[in-house]
C-alpha cells in the first residue's frame, strides 16, 4: 500500500504551500493552503486593543484570554488574541503593537510552527484528507516507518567529503565531485551545512537544482531531521541553521502554550548571590580527572539518560525552584534549593515524554533491527543531551541557573553512591565522568551486572552496563602526568572495541595520521593477557614509526595530510589566521612552510616536520612498557 505524505510547509506570500510526497509516483506535489495565524498582544486596555484590531482589514476574529506569565506563572494577565490568515499582517499588527508601546507576547516559536501545532498538523505524517482547505494527518504512531524518499547527505571527515544516498556511501575528494554526482540523478532532499551549500551554489547553481529540497541544518540522517520536525511541528522549510537547543525550546514552548503559560523571550533573571554561594552550589557534574594507564577487568556503568530523569524525577524546572508562595515544596539535602511540587513543570513534562519515546526506539530497535529506530532513538538522545545544558543557559525560555544546579547537584551526590557502593565491596574506581563510572577488579561480566543491580538499588535511578572491558587505557594529557577525562579506549570482553575522543576518531584529524593510530590501535587490541600486551606495544609503536619512515622517504598521498575545519572566524579573533582570508568554511587545510594553508592539489612544498610531531601525538595516546609494569 502506498501513502502520501506531509513532508513540507511553507510560507508564500499569504499562503502556505505544503508539500506532499506520492510514494506511488514519487512525485512531490504543492499544494497551497489558507491557515490562520496568531497573535497576542497585552496592554493596558485589553478591550479598546480588541475593539482596534477588529476594525483592521485582514483580521478575522479577536478576544480576550487569561494567561500566566512568568517566571512562576503565579500571576494572571489579560491577552488581546487576534487571528489572520495573512502572515504579512500579522507581523506588521505585531510591529506597530511594539512601536505604540503594547506587549507582544508569545513571539515564540515560529507563527507557522504555533499554527501547524494548534491545527494537529505534524509534519513528516501520512496524509489523511483535505477539510476546509486545511491537510489532515493520520496520528503518527511510534513504529511506522519514514516516507521512501530520494536523500543525499554530504559532509566532511578526514580532509575528503562524504555522501551517502539511500542506495550507496560515496567519498569523494572535492565539490566539483559531488556536482558531477547530483547531476546525474535526482533527489527529493539534500542535507548539508550552509557552508558547504553556498560552495555548491557558488560552483554551479543549475546542477544543485536536481535536489528539490535543501535542509542546511548539518549533515544529519534524514530520520533524524523528521523526528526533529515531528517532535517540534517545525517544517522543513525551517529547519535551516536548527540548533538541537532551539528543537528543545520549541517542544517545551509548544507544551506551555496547551497551558496557556506567556512567553517571554526576556532571560529570566537570577537573584544575586555572593561567590562564596556560586562556589558551593554551581559546580557542575562529576568529572574525574582520571590516572593514566592501563586498567585490567574494568565494569563501565552508565546511568540512562541521567540529566533528564533527574528533571523529570525531581520536577526541575525554572518555575518550580525556589518559588516564594509554594504550597508543597520538596526539601532536597544536597542543595539549598527547594523545587515546588505544585504541578508539573515545563520542562520535566516535556522531558519525561522523550525520555518514554526514546525507551520506545530502543525497544523497537532491539525487536526489529531496523536503522530507523536508531536514528530516531539518536535524535531524541541529542535532544535530551541538549536538556541538561540549556536549562542553564542565559536565554533558555524555562530554564535557571537555579534550576541547573539543582541537577549537578543531585548528579553529584548519585555518583558519590555508586562510587561509595563499589569501594565497599572492594572494587576500584578509576574514573568518573558525568554519568559514566568505571571499577576496576570486576571479573566478570556477571559480576559487572550484579554490580549494576546493586547500583541501581543504592541510588533509585535505571543503569546499564555500557562496556565490560578486557583491558581499558586511558591516556596521557599533554604534561604526561594526568589522564583526560573524555579519551580511553579498550579491548571489550565480547571482542569488540571501543575508542573514544582520542586522534583516531577525531574528524578533523588527517587521514594518514588516523590512519597509522588505527593500524597500532588493531595491534594492542590482539593482547587479551599483561604477557600479550607487552608484545603488541612494541608492535603498535613500530608502526608508528614506519609510518613516519614513509613520510620521510615520500610515500604518501597528499590528499590523505589534509586536515579539515569547519568553524569560521569569530569576532574575538584579534589576528586571524591567513587560511580563514584566504578560504572559506569548511576549510580544506595542509600543513606548508609552518603554518597551515588551504589545500591545493597542485602545491608541492609540504611541510613533513609537522606531520611527524602529529605521528608522534598519536603515539602519545598508545601505552608503553611501563604501563603493563605499573599495573602489575
Not at 517566571?71 to 506597530?96: A, G, N
Not at 523545587?339 to 519515546?357: A, F, M, T, W, Y
Not at 572491558?469 to 573524555?486: A, E
Not at 608502526?543 to 615520500?554: A, D, Q, S, T, V
Request: net charge neutral; hydrophobic share 40%; proline share 4%.
Amino acid at each position: 500500500m502506498t501513502y502520501k505524505w506531509l513532508i513540507d510547509a511553507d510560507i508564500r506570500g499569504d499562503r502556505v504551500v505544503f508539500t506532499i510526497y506520492n510514494e506511488g509516483t514519487s512525485v512531490l506535489e504543492k499544494r497551497e493552503s489558507q491557515v490562520a495565524f496568531r497573535g497576542y498582544i497585552a496592554g493596558r486596555d485589553p478591550h479598546l486593543i480588541a475593539t482596534e484590531l477588529e476594525s483592521i482589514e485582514g483580521v478575522e476574529s479577536t478576544w480576550i484570554e487569561k494567561w500566566r506569565v512568568p517566571p512562576y506563572y503565579e500571576d494572571y494577565i489579560d491577552l488581546v488574541v487576534f487571528e489572520t490568515s495573512s502572515y504579512k499582517l500579522l507581523l506588521k499588527i505585531l510591529k506597530l503593537s511594539s512601536m505604540r508601546g503594547l506587549k507582544v507576547i508569545n513571539k515564540f516559536p515560529h507563527p507557522l510552527i504555533e499554527a501547524l501545532h494548534r491545527l494537529k498538523i505534524k509534519p513528516l505524517t501520512i496524509l489523511e484528507d483535505w477539510r476546509s482547505g486545511v491537510p489532515i494527518v493520520y496520528d503518527w504512531i511510534p513504529s511506522m516507518a519514514d516516507p521512501d524518499l530520494n536523500y543525499i547527505v554530504i559532509d566532511v571527515e578526514h580532509g575528503y567529503y562524504t555522501v551517502k544516498t539511500r542506495w550507496e556511501d560515496l567519498i569523494l575528494e572535492s565539490l566539483e565531485d559531488i556536482l558531477n554526482y547530483i547531476s546525474s540523478h535526482y533527489f527529493h532532499l539534500g542535507f548539508t551545512d550552509q557552508q558547504i551549500y553556498l560552495k555548491l551554489i557558488e560552483l554551479d547553481s543549475k546542477s544543485i537544482s536536481r535536489v528539490s529540497k535543501w535542509i542546511t541544518g548539518g549533515a544529519f540522517h534524514p530520520s533524524e531531521y523528521f523526528e526533529w520536525s515531528r517532535l517540534s511541528y517545525t517544517p522543513l522549510s525551517l529547519m535551516g541553521n536548527i540548533t538541537i537547543g532551539r528543537i528543545l525550546s520549541t517542544i517545551e514552548a509548544l507544551k506551555a502554550r496547551s497551558r496557556r503559560l506567556a512567553i517571554d523571550t526576556v532571560g529570566r533573571r537570577e537573584p544575586w548571590r555572593t561567590i562564596e554561594e556560586l562556589i558551593v552550589n554551581d559546580r557542575g557534574g562529576v568529572v574525574y580527572r582520571p590516572k593514566p594507564g592501563l586498567y585490567w577487568s574494568v565494569c563501565q556503568i552508565d546511568f540512562k539518560s541521567l540529566y533528564p530523569n533527574i528533571i523529570a524525577k525531581y520536577n526541575i524546572s525554572g518555575e518550580t525552584i525556589d518559588k516564594s508562595s509554594c504550597k508543597n515544596p520538596l526539601i532536597i539535602p544536597w542543595t539549598p534549593h527547594k523545587v515546588c511540587l505544585d504541578e508539573r513543570g515545563v520542562v520535566p513534562e516535556s522531558i519525561e515524554e522523550l525520555i518514554k519515546l526514546k525507551e520506545i526506539y530502543e525497544d523497537l530497535l532491539k525487536e526489529t533491527g531496523k536503522s530507523v529506530f536508531e536514528y530516531r532513538r539518536s535524535a531524541i538522545k541529542w535532544i535530551l543531551v541538549a536538556s541538561f545544558g540549556y536549562l542553564g543557559y542565559r536565554n533558555s525560555l524555562f530554564g535557571s541557573v537555579m534550576a541547573h544546579e539543582v541537577v549537578t547537584a543531585t548528579s553529584r551526590e548519585i555518583m558519590m553512591k555508586a562510587r561509595m557502593l563499589a569501594e565497599s565491596l572492594g572494587y576500584k574506581v578509576i574514573h568518573a565522568i558525568v554519568d559514566s563510572v568505571f571499577i576496576e577488579g570486576v571479573q566478570s561480566i556477571e559480576d559487572c551486572e550484579a554490580l549494576l543491580r546493586r547500583i541501581e538499588g543504592e541510588t533509585g535511578f535505571k543503569a546499564k552496563v555500557e562496556a565490560y572491558y578486557t583491558w581499558l587505557y586511558i591516556p596521557r594529557d599533554s604534561t604526561g602526568l594526568n589522564g583526560v577525562s573524555n579519551r580511553y579506549y579498550g579491548l571489550l570482553s565480547s571482542g569488540g572495541e571501543k575508542v573514544k575522543g582520542i586522534m583516531a576518531v577525531r574528524r578533523d584529524t588527517p587521514l594518514y595520521i588516523a590512519r597509522a593510530q588505527i593500524e597500532a590501535l588493531r595491534k594492542l587490541f590482539e593482547a587479551k593477557t599483561p604477557s600479550e600486551m607487552e608484545v603488541k606495544i612494541r608492535e603498535a609503536h613500530s608502526i608508528i614509526n614506519l609510518y613516519i619512515e614513509h613520510l620521510k622517504n615520500g610515500l604518501y598521498d597528499k590528499r590523505e595530510l589534509i586536515i579539515s575545519r569547519r568553524i569560521s572566524i569569530r569576532d574575538s579573533y584579534k589576528k586571524p589566521p591567513s587560511y580563514i582570508i584566504e578560504s572559506t568554511p569548511p576549510y580544506m587545510l595542509i600543513y606548508t612552510s609552518g603554518k597551515l594553508a588551504p589545500y591545493n592539489s597542485k602545491r608541492v612544498e609540504i611541510n613533513i616536520n609537522k606531520y611527524k610531531q602529529l605521528l608522534e601525538k598519536a603515539r602519545k595516546e598508545l601505552p608503553t612498557i611501563e604501563d603493563i609494569n605499573t599495573t602489575l
